[in-house]
C-alpha cells in the first residue's frame, strides 16, 4: 500500500516506500545526524550563533541544515496539563514525570517526506520529484530558485540558499539509498534513535515502542506523522514525541495546501467572471 | 481546550507579560517563540509589483476590447498601451525575483495544474505576446483585424491573469493567505478593475473616459467589500492585516481606492486634472493593497501563534 505513492509518480515497480522513524524518548541530543548529513551532502556552513536556547545553537531546519536537533528544557508540567491536581500528583510521586521536575527533551527534526508534499505540489518546474522509494527531492539542476516550495511546506523544512538561489531539503540520501545503504544520519546515531527502513515496518515498531512506552508509565509518548489520515496523508519521516508537537515546533494538524486547490480555482473563476461581467456593466451604458 | 479563544481576541497583547519570556504565551506553546513555517523568500517590490501589475493587465484587457466594440479608440489605445507594459514589467519583476533567472524558461518545462505558478506562467506566455500585438497594431495602424483578435483574446485572458495571482498567495501553508483563498481572488479582481480604471482616466480623454469612471466605482466596491468580507471571515488570522505596517498599508489602499473612486464618479468629467488625481490615487489604493496583503501573509508566517492556534483549535473541535 505504502509504494503507491511511487507507482502514482510513473514508477513501475518501485521497491517500499522507505522512511525514518525518529523516536526522541531515546536521542541523548549528541547531533552526530546534523554532522553526519553535513560531511555526507556537503552542506554549507549555517551561521554560527549563540542563541540561548539550551544546547541548540542550530535553531531549526534550513537550505542549509536538514536534521536539527531541538533541546528543550521543562521544568513545570507539559504544556495542557495546567488542570492537574497537585495532591493527586504528590500523591503519585513514585510515578514518573512528577510536576516540577527538570526533563530534557531532544528531538532530531527532518523533512518529513509527506505523502501529499505541497512543496512537490505547488513546484512550477518540476524539479522537486517523487523518487521511486517514495521520498521527495529536489532537482538541483532545475531548480530555479522560484521560492514557492518555501511557504507551501506546512513544516517549514524547505528553504531557499543565500547567494546560491536554489532551495534545498533533506534528500533522505536519495545517492545512499540507491546504493542499498541506509541514510548518513540514521548510520550515525549512536542510540538508534533515527530508524531508517521500510514505512510499514517502522510503522509497526513504532506502535510497538509506543504501547511499551506507555506501560512503563510515560502516558504521554504519541506518534506523530505516522497516520496516513492525517492532513498531509502521513509522513514518510514520522516521530515518537513526548510532549505536543508544537513544543518541538511542529505544527499540531498541518494539512497541504493544495487539497484547497480546486475551491481556488473555483473561487478564482467565479472572480474573474465577476470581472469580465463588472467590465461590461462598465460600458453598457454610454456617456459621450 | 477552551484556553486558546478568549485570550488571543485583543491580538498583540501576548508580549505583556515580561516574566514569562522562556513561555511566549501561556495559551498555546512554541519552541522557543521561533515560527513555524518558513517566511516566504520572495522580495516585497518584486512580487508586490507582479500582483499589482499582473492586476493593472489583465483588467485593462477589458477596458481595451470594451473600447473597440464601443468605438472609443483614444481609451483603447491607452489600455492597450497599458497592458502591454503593466504585463512586461510584471513578468520582468518575476523572473527578477527567481533565485536564478537564467532558469526561467524552466517554468514552462512541465504542465502542472497543481502549481498556481506553472499554470499562471502558461498563461502569461500566452497572454503578454497578445497584448504586445494588440497595442503594436493600434500603434501603428497596421494590421487592424489581427490586431482586434489579439484584443479580443487578450480581454478573454484578462480575467484569468488578473485573479490567478490570489491563487498562487493562497496556495500556500501562510495563514493569513490561505484562509482567504475564498475572497483574495475577488479582492484581487476588484482591485485590478480599479487600476486600470485609474490607468485609463491619467491617460484617456474625458470623453471617452466614461467606462473607466463606472469601472473604478465598480472595482472599487468589489475590492473593498470582499477584503472587509474576508477579514471578518477569518478570525485570529485577520490579525496580521490589522496590525503594523500591512494595517498601515491596507487603511491607505482604502482611503485611496474609495476616495479615487468617488472623485471619479463626481468630479471625473469636469476636467483632465481631476481625472489624473483620481486615477493616480486609484493606481496607488490598488498597489497600497497588493503590498499589504503581501506583507500581512509575511507577518503570519512569521508568528507561530498563527500558525499553532488555529490548528489546534480544528483538532479540539474535532474531538
Known amino acids: ?288 | 481546550m477552551s484556553r486558546s479563544r478568549e485570550g488571543f481576541k485583543g491580538g498583540g497583547r501576548r508580549r505583556g507579560r515580561g516574566e514569562r519570556a522562556m513561555v511566549p504565551d501561556a495559551e498555546f506553546s512554541s519552541y522557543y517563540g521561533r515560527p513555524i513555517l518558513k517566511k516566504p523568500t520572495w522580495k516585497l517590490l518584486d512580487v508586490g509589483g507582479y500582483l499589482f501589475l499582473g492586476g493593472l493587465a489583465g483588467a485593462s484587457s477589458l477596458l481595451a476590447a470594451g473600447a473597440q466594440l464601443t468605438a472609443r479608440p483614444a481609451l483603447g489605445r491607452t489600455a492597450k498601451v497599458g497592458a502591454a507594459g503593466a504585463i512586461s514589467l510584471s513578468l520582468a519583476a518575476l523572473v527578477h525575483d527567481l533565485g536564478r533567472p537564467e532558469r526561467f524558461l524552466n517554468m514552462l518545462r512541465v504542465i502542472k495544474p497543481t502549481s498556481p505558478l506553472n499554470l499562471g506562467s502558461w498563461l502569461l506566455a500566452g497572454y503578454a505576446p497578445l497584448t504586445m500585438a494588440a497595442a503594436a497594431a493600434d500603434v501603428a495602424g497596421r494590421y487592424r483585424t489581427a490586431g482586434a483578435a489579439a484584443t479580443g483574446c487578450a480581454a478573454a485572458l484578462g480575467p484569468a491573469v488578473a485573479t490567478y495571482t490570489a491563487v498562487l498567495l493562497a496556495d500556500t501553508a501562510v495563514p493569513s493567505w490561505h484562509a482567504g483563498h475564498r475572497e483574495l481572488p475577488f479582492v484581487f479582481a476588484g482591485s485590478g478593475a480599479t487600476a486600470a480604471a485609474g490607468w485609463a482616466l491619467l491617460t484617456a480623454p474625458v470623453d471617452e473616459a466614461g467606462p473607466a469612471r463606472r469601472m473604478a466605482v465598480l472595482g472599487a466596491v468589489l475590492e473593498v467589500g470582499a477584503f472587509r468580507l474576508m477579514t471578518g471571515r477569518m478570525g485570529l488570522v485577520a490579525e496580521p492585516y490589522e496590525e503594523g505596517r500591512p494595517r498601515t498599508l491596507l487603511r491607505t489602499a482604502e482611503v485611496l481606492t474609495a476616495g479615487g473612486a468617488a472623485l471619479a464618479a463626481c468630479a471625473g468629467r469636469r476636467g483632465r486634472a481631476l481625472a489624473a488625481v483620481a486615477g493616480t490615487a486609484l493606481l496607488a489604493g490598488s498597489a497600497c493593497l497588493r503590498l499589504g496583503v503581501f506583507r500581512a501573509g509575511v507577518a503570519s508566517a512569521e508568528d507561530p501563534k498563527y500558525t499553532v492556534v488555529p490548528q489546534r483549535e480544528r483538532l479540539e473541535a474535532a474531538g
Open chain 1, 1 to 288: 500500500m505504502t509504494d503507491d505513492i511511487a507507482r502514482a509518480a510513473g514508477h513501475t515497480d518501485p521497491p517500499p516506500r522507505m522512511g525514518f522513524f525518529t523516536d526522541t524518548s531515546v536521542c541523548i541530543g549528541c547531533k552526530a545526524c546534523e554532522v553526519a548529513c553535513k560531511e555526507w551532502n556537503a552542506v554549507p556552513e549555517d551561521g554560527l550563533d549563540l542563541t540561548g536556547m539550551s544546547y541548540d545553537n542550530t535553531q531549526g531546519l534550513g537550505a542549509s541544515t536538514w536534521r536539527h536537533v531541538a533541546f528543550i528544557e521543562q521544568t513545570a508540567p507539559p504544556a495542557g496539563h495546567e488542570n492537574v491536581d497537585v495532591f493527586d500528583a504528590a500523591r503519585g510521586l513514585s510515578a514518573s514525570d512528577t510536576p516540577g521536575e527538570l526533563r530534557w527533551l531532544m528531538s532530531s527534526d527532518v523533512c518529513k517526506h509527506c505523502t501529499h508534499a505541497a512543496c512537490l505540489d505547488v513546484c512550477p518546474t518540476g524539479s522537486l520529484f517523487r523518487t521511486e522509494f517514495g521520498t521527495v527531492v529536489v532537482q538541483e539542476d532545475i531548480c530555479n530558485g522560484c521560492g514557492y516550495c518555501v511557504p507551501a511546506c506546512p513544516y517549514g523544512v524547505i528553504d531557499q540558499r543565500p547567494g546560491d538561489g536554489r532551495a534545498w531539503k533533506c534528500t533522505l540520501c536519495y545517492d545512499r539509498l540507491g546504493e542499498g545503504m541506509e541514510p548518513a544520519c540514521a548510520k550515525a546515531c549512536p542510540t538508534d534513535s533515527i530508524q531508517f527502513g521500510p514505512l510499514d515496518e517502522l510503522r509497526e515498531r513504532a506502535a510497538g515502542r509506543v504501547a511499551q512506552l506507555h506501560a512503563a508509565g510515560t502516558v504521554d509518548a504519541r506518534l506523530y506523522g505516522e497516520d496516513p489520515g492525517d492532513g498531509v496523508g502521513g509522513d514518510g519521516a514520522f516521530f515518537l514525541l513526548l510532549d505536543q508537537p508544537e513544543v518541538y515546533g511542529l505544527p499540531p494538524d498541518p494539512v497541504v495546501t493544495t487539497r484547497d486547490l480546486p475551491a481556488m480555482w473555483r473561487h478564482a473563476a467565479a472572480a474573474g467572471a465577476s470581472l469580465a461581467a463588472l467590465a461590461v456593466a462598465s460600458f453598457v451604458r454610454r456617456s459621450r
